[in-house]
Nanobody, 114 residues
Framework: QVQLVESGGGLVQPGGSLRLSCTAS????????MRWYRQAPGKERELVAT???????NYADSVKGRFTISRDNGENTVYLQMNSLKPEDTAVYSC????????WGQGTQVTVSS
């Protein structure tokens, strides 16, 4: 079955960087677009970044120029490099794939605070 497992979250100071990873299994990873979402307490889930099967990327305006999504099809892994982090980036970050249905990982907490 489809499984998505995130890692790499943590506590970081404003201006710092983190790299999130999401390792997928149960489907042919290279054929599917992958997405990172985030949800802060009391807020709706927000689409942060998308990478298509061909490697095209798209970002939310709030993270453009600071975040980079990439993928390694040999490792079945999608990454989210987050630089110049701000307190408002604090959220649970989850990866997602639509493989006949939406699948989600368990999420990883990112906290940006001094």
């Amino acid at each position: 079955q489809v499984q998505l497992v995130e890692s790499g979250g943590g506590l970081v100071q404003p201006g710092g960087s983190l790299r999130l990873s999401c390792t997928a299994s149960g489907f042919t990873f290279s054929r599917y677009a992958m997405r990172w979402y985030r949800q802060a307490p009391g807020k709706e889930r927000e689409l942060v970044a998308t990478i298509t099967s061909s490697g095209s990327t798209n970002y939310a305006d709030s993270v453009k120029g600071r975040f980079t999504i990439s993928r390694d099809n040999g490792e079945n892994t999608v990454y989210l490099q987050m630089n110049s982090l701000k307190p408002e980036d604090t959220a649970v970050y989850s990866c997602s794939a639509y493989v006949s249905a939406f699948y989600w990982g368990q999420g990883t907490q990112v906290t940006v605070s001094s």
